[in-house]
């Protein structure tokens, strides 16, 4: 009886090893070899979020990267630190800046060979050290992620280094090591060269490595972040708005424009670009060109506020300022933001005024009601083609003009005319005249 009792509790005890090696038997890997900013932050929440779909024993980060945006690497390293399961980096040839703080928050480090970590001063978009306030926090922010694994604190510290001379403008003490000094300072469990040799030295040689992969629909959101597409999609925005003032009710061009809005802002908000005043301040802008355009007779203030309100949003929304302040952004970023919007904006102005009242008499009906053919709702003149009179109200582009005393709508061939303008009969729809300012 005993040797029966012996070998059923044998087997189960097998049945269980055997269930706890088929739970274990995948590893997921996640990868970071970018800049880091907002996107890499947003690809390491949804990464997290897919990991714990899965019974993995742990995660291997695979990360090359060069440093980035400050705030992003904290999001990302404290999603790290909070995440349940261990997280294994492994760093294939570079973890400098905010790569060594990522790095540092893992539970295991794992290097390749002729790779290095460290190197994590603050500095702006130019390479220069930023001042001591936010090098004193990005040495809190090291030690206290290094003593989360217990790792060396000093050492951890050091690799952000001092501000040295007597404007600070220097930095001495620069920590950074290779791999075998990272192992040596305990920075680092090993050298390796794959990730099944990480595996193998975990005793997982047999894993089936679960590699993440984003969903269709980020790489949708991800290419709606190029900024060349999004200089295409103000394009649509501001020939969309004009078309739609200027000929109501077409529709297809005000769909277009909410369509191009939606494209250019939605990513941006997604992967933590575009903030809430940042959509804010574009709304009360295209508010402010409205009632310029609808309520308030001319062109000035108003309507020139809400450009710039416009414009300025749209450039704030393609890079990573925080209110403003424009410390960690990069002036490549900056620049190329500002060039395409105004680019953009210029063309998109440039085209309305060259194309847009051949587009205009494409979009409007001008087909000829004629008594002729059976209508009756012409009561127009034949002899008004020519005629010479003002525009009784302001035309944008319909109003009405005043011909020998007597009042009729009217609308223009899309340009703007104030009220008491000259202005010539080209042609007459139904119960409305065609006209154009006498130059």
Not at 41 to 56: I, M, Q
Not at 289 to 315: K, N, Q, R, T, Y
Request: glycine share 8%; proline share 3%.
């Amino acid at each position: 009886m005993k040797i029966y009792c012996k070998a059923l509790l044998g087997f189960f005890i097998a049945l269980l090893m055997n269930t706890s090696a088929m739970c274990q038997s995948s590893v997921f890997v996640f990868e970071i070899k970018e800049e880091i900013g907002p996107e890499a932050s947003r690809y390491v929440s949804l990464a997290l979020e897919e990991a714990k779909k899965g019974n993995y024993p742990f995660l291997i980060l695979e990360l090359d990267t060069y440093g980035g945006a400050l705030d992003a690497a904290e999001q990302i390293r404290t999603k790290i630190i909070d995440y349940p399961k261990p997280i294994y980096v492994f760093i294939n040839k570079n973890a400098a800046s905010a790569g060594a703080l990522i790095s540092i928050a893992c539970d295991s480090i794992y290097m390749s060979a002729g790779s290095n970590i460290g190197s994590a001063t603050v500095v702006n978009e130019n390479g220069q050290p930023l001042p001591d306030k936010y090098q004193s926090y990005m040495r809190a922010l090291m030690r206290s992620t290094a003593q989360v694994n217990k790792r060396d604190e000093q050492k951890a510290e050091r690799m952000v280094g001092v501000l040295m001379g007597k404007d600070s403008s220097t930095i001495s003490n620069v920590l950074a090591y290779s791999t075998k000094e990272a192992i040596a300072n305990q920075f680092c469990e090993a050298q390796i060269n794959s990730i099944e040799e990480l595996l193998l030295r975990n005793g997982l040689s047999n894993a089936k490595v679960v590699k993440f992969e984003l969903s269709a629909t980020e790489k949708i959101i991800r290419f709606f972040l190029s900024p060349y597409l999004r200089g295409i999609l103000i394009l649509i925005m501001i020939a969309g708005i004009y078309y739609e003032m200027s000929a109501p009710g077409i529709g297809f061009a005000l769909v277009a424009s909410i369509l191009a809005a939606l494209l250019y802002f939605v990513p941006s908000y997604l992967n933590g670009l575009a903030e809430n005043w940042e959509i804010i301040m574009f709304l009360i802008g295209l508010i402010l060109i409205v009632l310029e355009i609808f309520v308030i007779p001319g062109f000035g203030v108003v309507g020139v506020a809400g450009m710039a309100l416009v414009i300025s949003a749209l450039v704030l929304v393609m890079i990573n300022n925080h209110a403003l302040d424009f410390t960690y952004v990069n002036k490549t970023s900056l620049t190329t933001a500002i060039a395409i919007a105004l680019f953009s904006s210029l063309v998109a102005g440039v085209g309305i005024l060259f194309f847009g009242e051949r587009l205009f008499s494409r979009l409007a009906l001008k087909q000829s009601i004629d008594s002729s053919d059976g209508y009756t709702a012409n009561f127009l003149k034949s002899d008004m083609l020519g005629k010479k009179g003002i525009a009784h109200t302001v035309m944008r582009p319909s109003g009405k003009v005043k011909i020998d005393g007597e009042i009729y709508d009217a609308y223009s061939t899309g340009e703007f005319i104030e009220a008491g303008v000259e202005v010539i009969v080209l042609d007459h729809l139904a119960t409305q005249l065609k006209v154009k300012r006498i130059e």
